[in-house]
T-cell receptor, first 116, second 116 residues
Framework: GAVVSQHPSRVICKSGTSVKIECRSLDFQATTMFWYRQFPKQSLMLMATSNEGSKATYEQGVEKDKFLINHASLTLSTLTVTSAHPEDSSFYIC????????????FGQGTRLTVV | AQKITQTQPGMFVQEKEAVTLDCTYDTSDQSYGLFWYKQPSSGEMIFLIYQGSYDEQNATEGRYSLNFQKARKSANLVISASQLGDSAMYFCAMRGRYSGNTPLVFGKGTRLSVIA
């Protein structure tokens, strides 16, 4: 079964509004989670590293004020897309690793965001 | 920095036949891990197989095997006895093996189509 849960799976919002995406580790504690973005027919590109209890680390070119990340607990990280625009429409997916379970990274189900 | 190269944008294979998906990598790390993930049209990322850089034997998981050639820096995925349900995007990825808090770096992916 899924060990990382992401919600919502799909969301449509109007330009200028904000959208929050949640990523939860279900049966392990994740001090670090990763947020990726995937455009159609492209690969996963790392946006930011979410660290529990501290500020997120953003990749070059990713606007930290637009993509707000909060990792308030050991099992929850949230990504908020602020003042969304149509160009923010994309597939967003989170991942985390349970270091007690092996090398693989577990992924959430992903969120397909459409901004109209 | 780590880099993954997948040179096959698309591949076709006949049902019940075997297929090899190519992956080469570049890293300055002495210790690293290599992964393959499957992404069906739903978007979820399904872990298939893992190979550690110090593992002497090629990894196998059911119908999946990883042809690891360290000197050539290649980590090809072999799928035996292809099934229609294998049609999906396949991503090769890597991470410094003993660094649990670093993200996976992905290749561009290969779209596999299994033909009946």
């Amino acid at each position: 079964g899924a060990v990382v849960s992401q919600h919502p799976s799909r969301v449509i919002c109007k330009s200028g509004t904000s959208v929050k995406i949640e990523c939860r580790s279900l049966d392990f504690q994740a001090t670090t989670m990763f947020w990726y973005r995937q455009f159609p027919k492209q690969s996963l590109m790392l946006m930011a590293t979410s660290n529990e209890g501290s500020k997120a680390t953003y990749e070059q070119g990713v606007e930290k004020d637009k993509f707000l990340i909060n990792h308030a607990s050991l099992t929850l990280s949230t990504l908020t897309v602020t003042s969304a625009h149509p160009e923010d429409s994309s597939f967003y997916i989170c991942s985390a690793r349970d270091q007690g379970r092996g090398a693989e990274a577990f992924f959430g189900q992903g969120t397909r965001l459409t901004v109209v | 920095a780590q880099k993954i190269t997948q040179t096959q944008p698309g591949m076709f294979v006949q049902e019940k036949e075997a297929v090899t998906l190519d992956c080469t990598y570049d890293t300055s790390d002495q210790s690293y891990g290599l992964f393959w993930y499957k992404q069906p049209s739903s978007g979820e990322m399904i872990f298939l197989i893992y190979q550690g850089s110090y593992d002497e034997q090629n990894a196998t998981e059911g119908r999946y095997s990883l042809n690891f050639q360290k000197a050539r820096k290649s980590a090809n995925l072999v799928i035996s006895a292809s099934q229609l349900g294998d049609s999906a995007m396949y991503f090769c990825a890597m991470r410094g093996r003993y660094s649990g808090n670093t993200p996976l770096v992905f290749g561009k992916g290969t779209r596999l189509s299994v033909i009946a």
